[in-house]
């Protein structure tokens, strides 16, 4: 095979925004060109143009091309956009149709094209190995591998067995190989524990627990958790909202801090994705800090421990995003100060953010990850928590794993949670599933896990027969039924968003408040404002967030609650839409636009990070967007008294079983259904999530 170097990457936006200037036209091509097709498919919005684009690139960098390389190329960029990590080929080759989610009227189409391509998987692989444009790496099959070959910077990559191969853009599957060869190593490289002085604390932390338990309730996860978490460097936590995440890694933070040997050195650092979700994290482990602290007495000075603990931050602020960039100022060559790093709402991590987390952190210091594996995946690339807790529910746990467990936590394993030691991957051994909700017994709760198991009967008999106006659905409402949620409330459900709005109205307008009185004000009216939100599945048609947020303003104003002038005016609820680390806003984060403390015209956006509050001046605030409705992926990591969630007429193929489920956990007392049509709940349980990923078998070694 000839070779090839290739120093830029074709998926970077600012390189496939110079595919699309200057890619040739594929019209002045051969009528039976493969890129004629690409780009008509384009053009009826079945693809996107930059995927077709990049496939026109791909004929620029190898003229001898093949339709089926060239047809991969597309349908790849398109997966990743869908937030898919790779592409698999076998089932492109058999189910194309299933691959590509394609509205019926392009079947007709599809079959026919696919017709001229490759009839079988071998003849699809043979056409991509002839590109001097892909890696092949890895290839498995009946045991015998076959030697990777030679990196000349390839822009795409084949990967895995022969039996389910997998297609790459170079950059993905160095992330993926990144992740893995990090997960592996810091959940194998065991460390040093005093079992008896870990028992010793252990107890003290936690109440106590049957130790002759036989069933997965009375195990006590969270202890167990703390205890595994002690013998190596990653910790994968995960459990359903109430099942006490953050409680548990408090409790961690406790017996690190008591069994180091020089603790008031210990370096402790907090984050999450987004600003909401560290604030969240950091209010959580506070407050179960001082719950110990005042438990303990003086065993343990938690008190000055927990002063010494950083603000939590989002993971683009610890990491140093840099403008313009995706590269971090911490990184494999100027590693992370920290001796330990929580990072909280993991499932939105996606997979470029946590290879560069991994390759950041000290070799050594322990880093704890947390997070609902069933909720949404990342709105980009990747399921990373997904992969890693894909057989979580069932344990894994080796027999030394069983013996460590009652040892140092005093917990019996059940044997349902054991698995031959044979098949205990380290990362098994590393992951702990929290199976008790302590704070989500109620309808919601019961929802949320009929939802997540798939127990339609069950999930549509909660929501329609709960009489105490906790759960309610509104069955194809009118878009003014919905807008008369938003300035009044329901029955039963009264938080809207009059809560916030008559506070903000309560000030006097040129009042100047002193600092005590405006910062008591601003806090009461995001709080206020955190009562009540709806949560849409799209951004686009009647019942996505543009739209929404648009109608909702304008009811709003018509019942003399909102006054808009313009873009900004007091009360315009913003998230912001980029990452700005100067200004210390990122991507996700909510805040509510008011005067400042002197009352004048002048208007600051206002964030509440716990009790601290930060603001920024509109003028200097460009990314950002009206926030009455946001999506259920912008929603995770926040939680409301009352929420809303919105399923939409027509789009039925984008909802999923864990968007309705990640919907439903963002309320806390209150929850309220809208479906467009009749049967989208339904449909919605039927269907799950699934993201093609190379992960799991990486991490198998497969």
Not at 121 to 141: E, F, I, T, Y
Not at 260 to 281: I, S
Not at 343 to 352: F, R
Not at 387 to 398: A, K, P, Q, V
Request: hydrophobic share 45%; proline share 4%.
């Amino acid at each position: 095979m000839s070779t090839f170097t290739f120093t830029q990457d074709p998926s970077d936006a600012a390189m496939t925004e110079s595919i699309l200037q200057d890619a040739p036209n594929p019209l002045t091509a051969s009528i039976a060109d493969p890129l004629v097709t690409l780009h008509s498919w384009a053009d009826k919005g079945w693809l996107r143009r930059l995927d077709s684009a990049l496939a026109a690139f791909m004929r620029e960098l190898d003229p001898a091309a093949t339709p089926a390389l060239l047809v991969s190329t597309a349908v790849l960029a398109q997966m990743e956009g869908r937030g898919h990590t790779c592409l698999p080929l076998r089932r492109l080759v058999t189910q194309p149709d299933e691959i590509l989610a394609w509205p019926p009227a392009a079947r007709e189409d599809l079959n026919a094209f696919w017709k001229t391509l490759p009839a079988s998987l071998a003849g699809w692989l043979d056409a991509l190995r002839a590109s001097p444009l892909v890696r092949s790496v890895s290839l498995k099959h009946a045991g015998d591998a076959m030697q990777d070959e030679p990196d000349h910077g390839q822009p795409l990559v084949l990967s895995s067995s022969l039996d389910e191969p997998l297609l790459y853009l170079r950059r993905y599957w160095l992330h993926e190989r990144e992740v893995a060869f990090e997960v592996l190593q810091r959940t194998s490289a065991s460390q040093i524990v005093d079992e008896v002085l870990a028992r010793q604390w252990l107890d003290r932390l936690f109440d106590p627990v049957d130790s002759t338990a036989v069933s997965a309730c009375e195990v006590d996860w969270q202890k167990l958790a703390c205890a595994v978490a002690l013998r190596a460097s990653l910790t994968v936590i995960t459990g359903g909202p109430g099942t006490g995440k953050t409680y548990t890694a408090a409790r961690l933070l406790a017996l690190l801090f008591a069994m180091h040997t020089e603790p008031q050195r210990l370096r402790v650092a907090l984050a999450a994705p987004t600003g909401k979700a560290a604030a969240r994290l950091r209010q959580s482990i506070d407050a179960s800090l001082q719950e110990l602290s005042a438990r303990l007495g003086n065993e343990l000075d938690l008190q000055a421990f927990t002063r010494r603990i950083g603000a939590a931050r989002t993971l683009h602020s610890l990491l140093g995003a840099r403008p313009d960039t995706r590269a971090f100022r911490f990184n494999a060559s100027h590693l992370l100060d920290v001796d330990i790093l929580i990072v909280d709402e993991a499932s939105m991590v996606h997979l470029e953010m946590m290879s560069a987390l991994l390759q950041a952190m000290p070799w050594g210091a322990k880093l704890i990850l947390l997070g609902d594996k069933d909720q949404l995946a990342s709105v980009e690339a990747g399921a990373v928590l997904g992969d890693l807790c894909r057989e979580t529910m069932g344990g894994r746990y080796s027999q030394q794993t069983a013996w460590y467990a009652q040892a140092v936590a005093g917990q019996a394993l059940p044997l349902e949670f054991l698995g031959k030691d044979s098949h205990a991957t380290a990362l098994a051994q590393q992951t702990v599933m929290l199976r008790r909700s302590r704070r989500f017994g109620g309808v919601i709760g019961q929802l949320a896990l009929a939802v997540n198991g798939g127990n339609n009967k069950l999930a549509q008999h909660l929501i329609t027969s709960d009489k105490a106006g906790v759960l309610h659905a509104m069955r194809q409402p009118s878009v003014d039924t919905v807008l008369g949620l938003a300035v009044r409330g329901r029955l039963g459900a009264a938080a809207c968003y009059a809560d916030y709005l008559r506070l903000v109205g309560s000030r006097p307008a040129g009042v100047v408040l002193d600092a005590p009185r405006h910062e008591a004000w601003v806090k009461s009216i995001l709080v206020a404002f955190d009562r009540f939100r709806i949560l849409c599945a799209v951004h686009e048609g009647e019942w996505g967030t543009k739209s929404l947020n648009q109608t909702v303003q304008q009811a709003l104003a018509d019942a003399g609650l909102l006054k808009p002038r313009g873009e900004w005016f007091a009360g315009r609820p913003v998230m912001v839409t980029r990452n700005n680390a100067e200004l210390g806003v990122f991507n996700g984060d909510v805040g509510v636009t008011l005067p400042g403390i002197s009352g004048s015209a002048a208007l600051r956006v206002y964030f509440l990070d716990g009790d601290s509050l930060r603001s920024v001046g509109v003028s200097r605030l460009a990314h950002a967007e009206t926030a009455f409705a946001m999506t259920v992926h912008k929603s995770q990591g926040s939680e409301f008294l009352h929420t809303a969630l919105v399923l939409p007429a027509g789009g039925a193929r984008g909802l999923t079983r864990e968007l309705v489920y990640t919907g439903i956990t963002r309320a806390r007392e209150r929850f309220t259904l809208i479906e467009g049509q009749p049967g989208l709940l339904h449909r919605a349980i039927e269907q799950q999530s699934e993201r093609a990923s190379g992960l799991g078998l990486q991490l198998d070694g497969k």
